[in-house]
């Protein structure tokens, strides 16, 4: 059967014009077309979580290098852009739940001593906001949690969502 015979037994079967049939055969073909792509943008995301997790696990294994100080914040980002190849680390932060904290007190975070990517776990804290942090820091230490209403941008509502997550020691 040639194709001009087909497409005339389609045309007369499901009583469509050739217009209707060329809009069908375009949905179908992008809809194969977008099936056949989705198996590969999924393997795209667990290279990118993998990439995130060998990130993490230099950077803390940086940290512990320098006996058990941890390093400048910037130098530890430093390391997890380059083995990410410069991906954007915000779209992977987990923020903590107070739930988390109470489960292991080793899940809160130490407002001193944690790095950027630490800080954006809180709740309420973003890139821009954990680099406030560290900036602040430079400075001066925090003396108690609430300290951290001294920075620009959290106030009394912010802190009443992160204050079972933060620690100062």
Do not use: H
Request: charged share 25%; hydrophobic share 35%; aromatic share 4%.
């Amino acid at each position: 059967m040639q194709l001009k015979e087909i497409v005339n037994k389609i045309k007369s079967t499901f009583y469509i014009t050739s217009q209707e049939l060329y809009i069908i055969s375009i949905l179908l073909i992008g809809s194969l077309i977008g099936v056949l792509i989705q198996p590969i943008n999924n393997n795209d995301d667990i290279l990118i979580k993998n990439a995130f997790n060998i990130a993490e696990q230099n950077t803390e294994k940086s940290i512990e290098s320098n006996t058990g100080k941890t390093t400048d914040a910037t130098s530890a980002e430093l390391n997890l852009t380059e083995s990410t190849g410069n991906i954007n680390q915000t779209q992977q932060v987990k923020k903590l739940t107070a739930e988390d904290a109470y489960a292991n007190e080793s899940n809160k975070i130490n407002l001193n001593t944690a790095n950027k990517s630490e800080l954006m776990r809180i709740p309420g804290v973003g890139e821009k906001t954990a680099e406030k942090i560290i900036e602040f820091r430079k400075t001066q230490k925090f003396s108690s949690p609430s300290d951290i209403m001294k920075i620009k941008g959290i106030g009394t509502k912010k802190y009443e969502k992160m204050k079972e997550i933060i620690i100062v020691k």
